[in-house]
């Protein structure tokens, strides 16, 4: 039951939403190398930011690394395969993928990501959860990840940004202290 909820909803975002609008937005962003964006903005910010600003980029790169083994770990433990490579009639909107599919990357690194920043400047929460969220329902909507692949990775971005932080917090109190 679990396996025919999960196709359902995978082809609502792959065939039902299509649209040729959301195709070439999707194929736009999709052309910009994310990470080469991360470690620019974090450069940029390590060079000209203050000690906070500064602090929050290493705890974004370091939570950033540690989601990225941490995703492709569990991925060849599951070895589960893309939809595309198990269901008939998928779209792919940007042609298949290798890899496995459990759980999807993007969505483990954008909400990794968007924990760390909500958890550090509180006032930007929604806007950086909404991006990972739009992140996360690309990857059915491009074929290439089932929901379940979705929510596990967004589950293990938000727990993997959320310790990394309180870790990172922790410490940076103690410094303060001494």
Same mark, same amino acid.
């Given at each position: 039951? $679990? !396996? !025919?909820?999960?196709?359902?909803? $995978?082809?609502? $975002?792959?065939?039902?939403?299509?649209?040729?609008? /959301?195709?070439?937005?999707?194929?736009?962003?999709?052309?910009? =190398?994310?990470?080469?964006?991360?470690? +620019?903005?974090?450069?940029?910010?390590? +060079?000209?930011?203050?000690?906070?600003?500064?602090?929050?980029?290493?705890?974004?790169?370091?939570?950033?690394?540690?989601?990225?083994?941490?995703? @492709?770990?569990?991925?060849? $433990?599951? @070895?589960?395969?893309?939809?595309?490579?198990?269901?008939?009639?998928?779209?792919?909107?940007?042609?298949?993928?290798?890899?496995? !599919?459990?759980?999807?990357?993007?969505?483990?690194?954008?909400? /990794? +990501?968007?924990?760390?920043?909500?958890?550090?400047? =509180?006032?930007?929460?929604? =806007?950086?959860?909404?991006?990972?969220?739009?992140?996360?329902?690309?990857? =059915?909507?491009?074929?290439?990840?089932?929901?379940?692949?979705?929510?596990?990775?967004?589950?293990?971005?938000? +727990?993997?940004?959320?310790?990394?932080?309180?870790?990172?917090? @922790?410490?940076?109190?103690?410094?303060?202290?001494?």
């Amino acid at each position: 039951m $679990f !396996s !025919s909820i999960n196709e359902a909803i $995978f082809f609502f $975002f792959n065939d039902k939403l299509a649209n040729p609008v /959301c195709d070439a937005v999707i194929k736009f962003f999709m052309q910009i =190398p994310g990470e080469l964006v991360i470690v +620019l903005i974090g450069a940029v910010a390590l +060079l000209a930011g203050k000690r906070y600003m500064r602090f929050t980029v290493l705890i974004l790169l370091s939570s950033f690394v540690i989601s990225k083994y941490a995703y @492709k770990a569990v991925k060849l $433990f599951v @070895k589960k395969p893309r939809p595309f490579e198990t269901l008939e009639g998928v779209r792919l909107l940007l042609g298949p993928h290798g890899g496995f !599919s459990f759980p999807s990357g993007h969505a483990t690194t954008s909400f /990794c +990501l968007a924990a760390v920043i909500a958890m550090r400047y =509180p006032r930007v929460r929604y =806007p950086v959860f909404i991006a990972a969220i739009l992140v996360a329902l690309s990857r =059915p909507y491009v074929g290439v990840h089932y929901p379940s692949d979705i929510l596990a990775g967004s589950l293990l971005g938000m +727990l993997i940004g959320y310790l990394v932080t309180t870790i990172a917090n @922790k410490c940076e109190r103690e410094q303060d202290i001494r």
